[in-house]
């Protein structure tokens, strides 16, 4: 046909852009086309309607400019019947009317260019499907997987951006007006960017987006219209395209999330990509309850189901981390409830129980949050005391008798008071267990001062 060369075109939004260019088409050419051509800007819209455009003479100036004379304009047929894509021959030398051969051929062209376009995005959408399959098995698989769960959200994470073209994604905590990224998850060409772009987490467009999600417990999908504009959630954020909140769950006050973002493309997100999510979702949920079922199961097993105090096991534990620290300085003071064995045998166990409990509470009351307090079983109580020295003896045991004198308050408890020994690391030694043994020693003989002053009264 003796063409200058061809080129398709494709509509997006307000603009037809070229996508593919003959390799006989002139480079300058090829650079003033990618330009685009804005509505009613060129012959180019009149093919919407469905119809061929056959021109004799171009009426672009810059076309004739570049050798340009003739120009033909044929729609790709589509299955939708809109007009999305142009097939355009140029000729140049003298102008000419297109033969019906030539328009023939062209027409024909276009039908086989629309078929085969048509076969390569089934074929693209089956190896999608094929890879949202394998992606939905691997992220659900990973339920099973030892991982920490800020691990393994950054490994879904790592899947869902390959299989959704994603380039940026985070696990996200929220507590309180604070919102803090945890594992995230980015291309590495994209990943700098857009966590510059994002980072002002704390910003009030961000912020508003995200209680909306929290309050209803529903994904928000954001800028998913290919005709909108890239975003503008905070400053510096105009490369982002689409962004996608999904909620995973509340945990001890935080509430966790993901953050999705698309930023050159605007594909929709569409149901397979949300069906997609909602399953991550689920995958990292799971993970996040297991540990919390973890840890309530670890914290009750470290607890005295009566006095809500620390018990022997956790002061064992104690005692193995204060062996890999022998040059730590502390104290431990080693208690013994005076009484307890009186209370439950007149007035019953129930007020035995109270005596425990409430002599536990008050003891916490009186010592620092640092400090910890164990109840070691029956009336038995220890306090560890991080940075506590000798010359602090007296202060310390005159908290263990204010914490007596508070349960004395009762007057069914009148007659119970506490027995207690300090010992110091490293003076008298550098283990618990060699701490535990001086402080009762001094206990015992605290408790034996406690009776003879109790006769002789």
């Not at 993901?258 to 929709?268: C, D, E, K, L, S």
């Not at 993970?287 to 009566?306: G, N, P, V």
Request: aromatic share 6%.
């Amino acid at each position: 046909m003796d063409l200058t060369g061809l080129a398709l075109w494709a509509l997006e939004g307000e603009r037809f852009v070229p996508h593919a260019f003959s390799d006989s088409m002139p480079p300058d050419l090829q650079d003033q086309m990618r330009v685009g051509v804005l509505r009613g800007g060129g012959a180019i819209w009149d093919t919407l309607v469905g119809n061929a455009v056959y021109l004799e003479e171009s009426t672009i100036p810059a076309d004739l400019a570049l050798g340009v004379r003739s120009v033909a304009l044929v729609p790709l047929p589509a299955s939708s019947q809109v007009v999305t894509q142009v097939l355009c021959a140029y000729r140049g030398g003298k102008a000419r009317l297109w033969t019906v051969q030539e328009r023939t051929l062209l027409e024909t062209a276009s039908r086989s260019i629309a078929a085969a376009l048509e076969r390569a995005a089934l074929h693209q959408q089956a190896q999608e499907a094929a890879e949202y399959a394998q992606t939905l098995l691997a992220v659900s698989a990973l339920v099973e997987s030892p991982f920490e769960p800020s691990v393994m959200a950054q490994q879904v994470l790592g899947l869902l951006g390959s299989a959704m073209k994603l380039d940026w994604g985070s696990l996200l905590l929220v507590r309180g007006h604070h919102i803090e990224a945890m594992s995230t998850w980015g291309r590495v060409e994209t990943e700098q960017g857009v966590q510059e772009q994002l980072g002002s987490l704390d910003s009030p467009g961000l912020q508003a987006q995200v209680r909306q999600v929290l309050k209803t417990g529903q994904a928000l999908y954001i800028g998913h219209n290919p005709a909108q504009p890239p975003l503008s959630l905070t400053r510096g954020t105009e490369g982002v395209r689409s962004l996608a909140w999904i909620p995973l769950t509340d945990l001890n006050d935080t509430s966790y999330l993901f953050a999705v973002t698309r930023r050159h493309q605007a594909p929709a997100w569409s149901p397979r990509d949300q069906a997609l999510l909602a399953a991550a979702a689920r995958t990292v949920r799971i993970a996040f309850e297991r540990q919390e079922h973890l840890r309530l199961i670890e914290q009750a097993s470290l607890t005295d189901s009566l006095t809500g105090l620390a018990n022997r096991r956790a002061f064992n534990g104690a005692s193995e981390n204060m062996g890999a620290r022998s040059s730590q300085v502390f104290g431990l003071i080693s208690i013994d409830i005076d009484g307890l064995k009186q209370v439950n045998d007149t007035l019953g166990h129930q007020w035995g129980d109270l005596l425990l409990q409430e002599f536990g509470e008050a003891l916490q009351e009186q010592f620092r949050e640092q400090d910890q307090v164990f109840r070691l079983g029956g009336d038995e109580y220890v306090v560890l005391l991080p940075a506590c020295r000798p010359e602090q003896t007296q202060l310390m045991l005159d908290r263990v008798q204010r914490a007596a004198d508070w349960v004395r308050r009762r007057p069914e408890l009148q007659a119970c008071g506490a027995s207690a020994g300090m010992a110091f690391s490293p003076e008298d030694g550098h283990t618990l267990a060699s701490l535990t043994n001086t402080a009762d020693v001094r206990m015992y003989l605290n408790k034996k001062q406690r009776q003879q002053q109790r006769a002789l009264t």
